[in-house]
């Protein structure tokens, strides 16, 4: 009986202590735009956004997806203080993550989902054929929506992306969290804890070999991730990926808008060769930026080439069609589709 009393108020604790910590980190992190209301098949689902910049004649305007783990002050802490002096930027928060609400739809998980929820979402805000930047997970959904809306759209460029289905499997706390009675109790008392534990190796893991900039936690609202709203969705988001992408991964090789894919070649978080590689093979006159050296967050480390890459889009210049190779002392290789290797390195 004490045993169990002692558990109780253990769990009760926890708890406590991770309901605290959600509404700290919704007062230190609040939304940092307005909101877009979306109508049915989404509603009562709203996306959070923030819009910057201004439209610019012959530059289309560009729209920045962050990835898993995150929300948009991941691309408000890297491109878009560059990119607004250029063309109108609007950066969103993916459906159930940051500060946007999930909704009713039953496949949110779904990249190509995601991209119609976002394709709402901007032609409310009048956002017309903007080049589309995907990170990670979010890469996912700039792809779906080159498919879905291949008329409306300039370009996508894919940043570090998981494209393809991946040998090995997810990580065991995404499996529990999808569980009927362990995952809301998981949830409501161990996200908060764990999350204080594994946040600092997470960051320098996704970084590596790059180091993460300084009070990068603190940037990009990282607390908001540990709230157990955004965690579930998180996690859905993660648990379901390799399925969606076996089967949206057939239909690369129809996509026919301009597309550049970035990523660093020592990327230990989302593989280049299974990923980024493959789909530079797949899709017809694409640009690959390989980047020797660079881990998964390009947009941070190689800030200056992923700016470069979507301002190109964006004025409308075709991509390079082969692989451009750029070393860590800045020097530059190009080799042309045609005389490419099957599998860069």
Not at 66 to 72: C, D, Y
Not at 100 to 108: A, D, F, L, Q, V
Not at 182 to 204: E, H, Q, Y
Not at 224 to 243: I, V
Request: aromatic share 8%.
């Amino acid at each position: 009986m004490v045993l169990f009393l002692l558990l109780a108020f253990f769990i009760a604790g926890l708890a406590l202590w991770s309901a605290v910590a959600a509404a700290r980190a919704a007062r230190a992190f609040p939304p940092l735009g307005g909101f877009v209301e979306l109508d049915v098949p989404f509603a009562p689902a709203r996306l959070h956004y923030i819009d910057r910049g201004a439209a610019a004649a012959g530059v289309a305007p560009v729209v920045l997806i962050h990835g898993a783990s995150g929300n948009l002050r991941d691309m408000t802490a890297s491109l878009v203080p560059a990119l607004e002096g250029h063309t109108r930027v609007v950066a969103v928060d993916r459906p159930g993550h940051g500060w946007s609400t999930r909704g009713g739809h039953p496949e949110i998980s779904d990249p190509a989902a995601q991209a119609r929820a976002i394709h709402a979402a901007l032609c409310r805000l009048g956002v017309e054929r903007p080049v589309v930047l995907g990170h990670s997970w979010g890469a996912s959904v700039a792809a779906a929506y080159a498919l879905e809306f291949p008329d409306e759209v300039s370009g996508v460029l894919l940043l570090s992306g998981a494209l393809y289905p991946w040998p090995g499997d997810i990580a065991w706390y995404h499996k529990v969290v999808g569980t009927p009675l362990a995952g809301p109790l998981f949830l409501r008392t161990l996200t908060v804890p764990g999350g204080s534990l594994l946040a600092d190796a997470g960051i320098k893991g996704n970084f590596h070999p790059d180091s993460a900039p300084a009070n990068y936690a603190g940037a990009i609202g990282l607390p908001l991730l540990f709230r157990p709203s955004h965690f579930r969705a998180n996690s859905a988001d993660t648990a379901g990926l390799k399925a969606r992408l076996a089967v949206q991964s057939r239909r690369y090789g129809g996509i026919s808008v301009p597309v550049i894919v970035v990523t660093g070649n020592a990327d230990y978080t989302v593989s280049p060769k299974i990923h980024s590689y493959a789909f530079h093979n797949a899709v017809r006159g694409s640009e690959l930026i390989k980047l020797r050296g660079a881990g998964h967050m390009p947009h941070h480390s190689r800030h200056e080439i992923v700016v470069d890459a979507v301002l190109r889009l964006a004025r409308g210049e075709a991509p390079f069609d082969g692989m451009v190779t750029v070393f860590e002392d800045g020097r530059v290789e190009r080799q042309a589709a045609g005389v490419r290797a099957q599998s860069p390195r």
